[in-house]
């Protein structure tokens, strides 16, 4: 089991990241959906979390079958291919599952518990009140939108913080020092929990998970940035019209044969 705790900083308001989050996930799933693969919106409704409170909660199916080489394609196992991810949004506490029941069932699963705080710039050191066994293996790795590298391959102009301003806003572009100077700021404390149990695999395969998770934290957040003259001033309601439309887009862009969002990766 590998633990990492990434701790997100943001120049947005508790409230506003609430929006923004959920618009770009929206969004997100839009470019990886087609040709019978992509995101599958199985449910989105309110749930009352025992631990979180009342929110709302999502059960999405990946399916991936054009994401991998074809040989790949040829020779997995029935399942092996489609990833379903359950979420509770009880925003500020959401937590999310990730797992392939149809094939690998309990000896995979990546989980993501986040806490979201205002006013913070990632200086709570146990946040999520783990237990001092777990606590020895957590991994601290703060996501710097701003300054972390950026791999050329993900790297898009429209979507780089350091030259992006909000018309409606007046942010950005955000300086190198912008973690001193921006108000609003938040964070978001994300533990991955990841267990990947394959004789001969697990020690990589989780690594390479987690190096995943950070790329997308990454990139995701950036994006969340750069998209806010799309997200500034939504509501929730609005939010959830939104979610509805894009679940009948993407249900109509899985049975088209172009498959949007494919690359090597």
């Known amino acids: 089991m590998l633990i990492k705790e990434f701790r997100v900083i943001m120049p947005l308001s508790l409230e506003e990241y609430h929006i923004a989050q959920l618009y770009s996930v929206a969004e997100a799933s839009k470019n990886e959906t087609g040709g019978g693969d992509g995101v599958e919106v199985v449910k989105n409704e309110p749930c009352n979390h025992d631990k979180m409170g009342s929110g709302q909660y999502t059960y999405k199916i990946f399916h991936l079958a054009s994401k991998v080489p074809r040989f790949v394609r040829a020779i997995a196992p029935k399942g092996s291919l489609e990833v379903t991810e359950e979420a509770w949004n009880c925003y500020p506490h959401c937590k999310t599952v990730i797992s392939n029941p149809g094939y690998m069932k309990e000896k995979f699963h990546i989980t993501i518990e986040t806490i979201h705080r205002e006013d913070d710039t990632g200086k709570i050191d146990n946040?999520?009140?783990?237990?001092?066994?777990?606590?020895?293996?957590?991994?601290?790795?703060?996501?710097?939108i701003v300054n972390d590298h950026v791999e050329p391959r993900d790297y898009k102009e429209a979507e780089d913080p350091t030259k992006y301003h909000s018309e409606k806003s007046g942010r950005g572009p955000l300086q190198p020092n912008w973690m001193e100077t921006s108000k609003p700021i938040m964070c978001c404390y994300k533990l991955v929990t990841c267990d990947f149990v394959w004789w001969g695999l697990q020690g990589r395969v989780e690594k390479l998970i987690q190096k995943t998770e950070r790329r997308v934290f990454t990139n995701?957040?950036?994006q969340i940035f750069c998209?806010?003259?799309?997200?500034?001033?939504?509501?929730?309601?609005?939010?959830?019209?939104?979610?509805a439309k894009t679940k009948a887009e993407l249900d109509a862009q899985r049975d088209k044969g172009e498959v949007r969002g494919t690359s090597e990766q």
Do not use: C, Q, S
Not at 127 to 144: G, M, Q
Not at 227 to 243: H, P, S, V
């Open 127 to 144: 946040i999520h009140n783990l237990p001092p066994e777990l606590l020895a293996k957590r991994e601290v790795v703060v996501i710097d």
């Open 227 to 243: 998209w806010m003259d799309n997200w500034y001033g939504l509501t929730i309601d609005d939010i959830r019209a939104i979610e």
């Open 220 to 222: 995701f957040h950036r």
